[in-house]
Every structure is written in structure tokens, then in C-alpha cells.
């Protein structure tokens, strides 16, 4: 005989079925929860990773552009910047397309710290979609990346972190 809680753990609470906020919020508390774990040792953290991330993809290099990827304030870029800087996991070096400017490039030190954290943040994934075949996986990772694409570019602040941090931080989610 099958108990109330056994069910409740193999179809969740009563009333959230279908309840994006439900699952999103669920999803991400407990991602961020090991996240927090992997990423303990980059300077800033999720925050701090993703710069690294951006830069050592090649993305935005200016500090302005990467806050505007990011969806923080610019200010806190530069000091996430400076702390990576201080841990000798990027560097700032000048622009060649404009001397007034500088660019923020990854160290060997931070391409392998970033080369450790995506393969224990994979790991968390994995653990995290375990009830998902391998298909089902790469399907809602694309249809997730393609709705955030959407969102982020209508403008909708899709990437703001402080709106993650507010949600996640939701009493009734």
C-alpha cells in the first residue's frame, strides 16, 4: 500500500500540477542550492561564475557589456571583476579596437577553474533531471534556453539577478 507522503513524492504537493512558478521555483531552489557548493571556491560565486563563463566564451569583454548580459549593475561587475582579478581568474587588458578601453579576458588559472565548476555544475544537472531520459533532457534544456533567449531579448530583464534572488526568496513559492 502505497502511503500519502510515498505519492506526494512521486507527484508532488496537491494543486501544483501544471504550476510553471511550482516547478521553476522548486528546480532552481535546489539548483542553486549545489551551485552554491560548486562554486563556493569562485570569488562572487553564481555571479562570479558567470563572468568567467562570458568572458572566457568570448562573450561581451567590456564590464558594461557583461553587466548588461549579466542584468546587474555595473558597479557590481567591477567589483565581482576586481575580486576574479585579485584570484588571478581573469585580467584586464586593453582594447585593441579602443586604447580608452579595457577588456576583460580569462587566465589559463580561470579557463581551468571555469573547465572544473561546468563539469560539477553538469553533475548537479544530472542529478537534478535524473527522472528524464537523456532526450527529455536536451529537449527541456532547449525549450528553457529558447524561452530565456526570448524573454532576454524582448527586454523583460530575463537575466536580472536580483528578480532570481527575489523569487527564490518567495515565502509562497
Known amino acids: ?12 504537493p ?8 511550482w516547478a ?4 532552481l531552489r535546489a539548483y542553486l542550492r549545489h551551485a552554491k557548493t560548486v562554486l563556493s571556491g569562485v570569488p562572487g560565486g ?13 562573450c561581451p569583454s567590456s564590464q558594461l557589456a557583461l553587466a548588461q ?13 576586481d575580486d576574479l582579478v585579485a584570484a588571478d581568474l581573469v585580467e584586464r587588458t586593453p582594447d585593441p579596437a579602443d586604447r580608452r578601453a579595457r577588456r576583460v579576458v580569462a587566465t589559463a588559472t580561470g579557463r581551468a577553474r571555469l573547465a572544473l ?6 553533475t548537479v544537472e544530472e542529478h537534478l533531471l535524473g527522472t528524464l531520459s537523456v532526450s527529455e533532457r536536451d529537449d ?11 524573454v532576454h531579448k524582448d527586454g523583460v ?12 526568496a518567495a515565502d509562497d513559492l
Open 46 to 58: 553564481a555571479r562570479g561564475y558567470k563572468v568567467l563563463s562570458s568572458v572566457a566564451h568570448d
Open 1 to 12: 500500500m502505497v502511503t500519502a507522503q510515498e505519492e506526494t513524492r512521486k507527484t508532488g
Open 140 to 150: 527541456l534544456r532547449s525549450l528553457l534556453h529558447r524561452v530565456a533567449v526570448s
Open 24 to 27: 521553476l521555483g522548486t528546480l
Open 157 to 168: 530583464d530575463g537575466l536580472n539577478c536580483s528578480a532570481v534572488e527575489e523569487f527564490a
Open 117 to 122: 565548476a561546468d563539469k560539477q555544475l553538469a
Open 69 to 81: 548580459l549579466i542584468g546587474l549593475d555595473r558597479t557590481v561587475v567591477t567589483y565581482l571583476v
Open 14 to 21: 496537491a494543486g501544483v500540477e501544471g504550476d510553471l512558478g
